[in-house]
């Protein structure tokens, strides 16, 4: 995941007691990617690097960038080869044979200098093969967050930090950008989530809160969250499910 150099922030040990089914739902992207030995590759956002130390099990030259530094650390006790580095600003020219990414372009919305940089980081014909968060990922609890927030007077629309795109939307960027489009789709994929809503909200919806100093109203207001999204989002068994939809691409340098 990047955006530690944005507002959003990042705890290994706790993402990876908390947000452990990331990685784990990205084997299927994975799967897509299809690593092969010998060839190099770049993980843009490797987070603690699960899903990057699979792609060099399978003896493939890989790198890895995050934005937040104590997930390079982390990747770095695996074994990879991880650097701190805003993917926006990517220095890399015509090196890599794949740009593999999961869960993590959602939370830049600044994206097209990222498809510029991933472009001319690839060699002739390299893969991008990602995904994250597509049109309609989180609307439930993203409307909800708003609709909470606008009651108490907060910009709610304005604070929203994620970046949802549709497939034909995604797919004109791309080949702006250079790209050929194989391979695009959205997938509907509600994901539980153990740990609750609560903290859910307090690890991925940070932004929303970011200028608000009264602790005390912030947890009424994920109270009055919770309460709103629980007929929708919380199963007879007391589950509750995060109402993801994944954008999924293979995009091929031109």
Known sequence: M?????????????YSQLASYVPKL????????????????????CGSGDLTQKITNVGADVSAIDASQ????????????????????LTYEHEFDAVFSNAVLHWIKDHKPVLVGVHKALKPSGR?????????????????????????????????????PSVSGYRS?????????????LIWRPTPIPQGMEEWLDMFA???????????L??????????????????????WYADHVRLRFVAIAS
């Open 26 to 45: 990205g084997q299927s992207v994975l799967d897509l990617l299809d690593p092969k030995p010998a060839e190099r590759i770049l993980d843009l956002g």
């Open 128 to 164: 991008f093969v990602a995904e994250f968060g597509g049109f309609g990922n989180v609307a439930a609890i993203t409307s909800t967050l708003i609709a909470v927030l606008s009651a108490h007077g907060f910009p709610g629309h304005s604070l929203n930090p994620w970046y949802n």
């Open 2 to 14: 990047t955006q530690e150099l944005g507002v959003q922030t990042w705890n290994a040990e706790k």
């Open 70 to 89: 104590s997930m390079v650390d982390h990747a770095r006790t695996l074994g990879i080869d991880a650097h701190l580095c805003d993917a926006r600003q």
């Open 173 to 185: 960027e791309l080949e702006a950008a250079g790209f050929d489009v194989p391979n695009i789709d």
């Open 206 to 216: 940070v932004a929303f809160f970011k200028d608000i100093e009264d602790e005390t």
């Open 218 to 239: 912030i947890r009424r207001m994920k109270a009055q969250i919770v309460e709103a999204l629980e007929p929708n989002l919380r199963d007879e068994s007391g589950l």
